[in-house]
């Protein structure tokens, strides 16, 4: 089950991979600098509006799961829920 903190580092990792800033991401977004910042420390939790906002400008797909939670193991402990959060975009909705 991916937390707050696993949340915030999905986020982190995907505007990196754009090469974005906290303030350039949050520009895009409609949001604030200081608001992606506690997102991705885990300091609050984004709203699914948020997350569908953040997924469009980073050309992700949102997926969310209801599913019960895996148990964490080597091959998948870490950021490994990072496609849980942000599949990459094959081109189909």
Avoid: C, Y
Wanted: proline share 5%.
């Amino acid at each position: 089950m991916l937390v707050a903190v696993d949340v915030g580092r999905v986020i982190r990792t995907a505007r990196r991979e754009h090469g974005l800033t906290q303030l350039g991401l949050a520009e895009r977004i409609g949001s604030t600098q200081a608001q992606l910042s506690r997102w991705e420390t885990g300091a609050r939790s984004p709203q699914v509006s948020d997350l569908e906002r953040i997924a469009a400008t980073l050309n992700r797909q949102l997926v969310v799961s209801l599913s019960p939670p895996r148990p964490s193991t080597p091959t998948n402990a870490g950021l490994a829920g990072f496609d849980e959060v942000f599949g990459k975009r094959t081109g189909a909705r």
